[in-house]
């Protein structure tokens, strides 16, 4: 089954792009497009896409908007935000809202193609350079016991360790010998005790809790 996306953009040249680049992939299917946050809600609801690629800047309700209404109305389209602004506010705040990624449109295209696949498994994604800078902000010196004081198991926090250290869920799987999917269950356990939404956020604690974190990027 193809994924299934919908492009959210008020220039049609830019959804004509991104849907002819998608064109070229045979994984991909664009089932709707749409030019403003009030647009890109109701088709998504109409069309229940798998990805919603997403433009911040759009008239008619932006961007975060447009990601906080779908997040609540039809949580099985996952957003990922594709826009041209690297500020670190506009990320943490899409991730927020609940989308569950961050492409710069300056990235290659192989990296957008990546992104969406790692998104429609269930994955967070966001650029390299910009989570680096917001988890070395959260930086302070790691402590002994943190884990178990959370209540993480020692598996769950050998899988921190290994996401804040960027790897993705089938690089974790084959370093601890489990399957993708017991490493998803472990991700889902680790949010839910240290009550964060995304795997930034749980990276962020790593960083600031786990020795042995944080040799790498999300």
């Known amino acids: 089954m193809p994924i299934r996306v919908l492009l959210a953009d008020d220039h049609a040249l830019v959804r ?7 064109s070229s992939q045979a994984d991909f299917l664009v ?5 403003t946050g009030n647009e890109a809600v109701q088709a998504v609801m109409d ?3 798998d990805v919603v690629l997403m433009d911040i800047h759009m ?3 932006d961007g975060l908007w447009a990601t906080t209404e779908i997040a609540r109305e039809v949580p099985t389209s996952r957003v990922l935000i594709l826009t041209v602004s ?3 506010d506009h990320l943490r705040e899409s991730l927020r809202r609940g989308a569950a990624g961050y492409v710069l449109k300056t990235s290659p295209s192989d990296s957008l193609f990546q992104a969406i696949r790692e998104v429609a498994r269930g994955e967070t994604t966001v650029p390299g350079a910009m989570a680096s800078r917001i988890l070395a902000t959260m930086g302070q010196a790691p402590s002994r016991g943190a884990g178990h004081e959370a209540g993480l198991s020692t598996r769950e926090q050998d899988v921190l360790r290994l996401l ?11 370093s601890l010998g489990i399957s993708e999917n017991t490493v998803k269950a472990h991700l889902k356990s680790v949010l839910r005790k240290l009550g964060v939404s995304n ?6 604690w790593a960083l600031r809790h ?3 974190a944080g040799h790498g990027v999300v």
């Open 16 to 22: 004509q792009g991104i849907r002819e680049l998608l």
């Open 31 to 35: 089932v709707g497009e749409a030019a």
């Open 47 to 49: 069309t229940r896409p």
């Open 59 to 61: 008239p008619s309700g």
């Open 86 to 88: 690297t500020e670190d």
């Open 164 to 174: 804040s250290n960027g790897a993705t869920n089938r690089e974790i799987a084959e």
């Open 199 to 204: 795997r930034v956020e749980a990276a962020g």
């Open 210 to 212: 786990l020795e042995g």
